[in-house]
């Protein structure tokens, strides 16, 4: 069973959405995160409580298709 999502972090990869995304996780806050590529240091570390997404959100029929898909329910 996977942890409900509490935040959804965009650019968990690297930089500052790492950060973000690390500081919700070691809170225990389970965290979507989305970025063109996964973030294996935090998927390592906090398994099930991080939901990746490989989602280039500057493609905006990729995004349609990603939300008409259902995966934010």
């Not at 919700?24 to 240091?41: F, Q």
């Not at 409580?49 to 898909?69: F, H, N």
Request: proline letters at 1%.
């Amino acid at each position: 069973m996977t942890t409900p999502i509490q935040a959804v972090v965009t650019a968990h990869s690297r930089g500052i959405g790492a950060a973000v995304a690390e500081h919700c996780l070691d809170r225990g806050i389970a965290v979507m995160g989305i970025a063109r590529h996964g973030n294996a240091d935090l998927a390592k570390r906090f398994g099930a409580t991080l939901r990746e997404v490989s989602l280039d959100l500057g493609d905006s029929d990729a995004i349609v298709r990603w939300v008409e898909g259902g995966e934010l329910r």
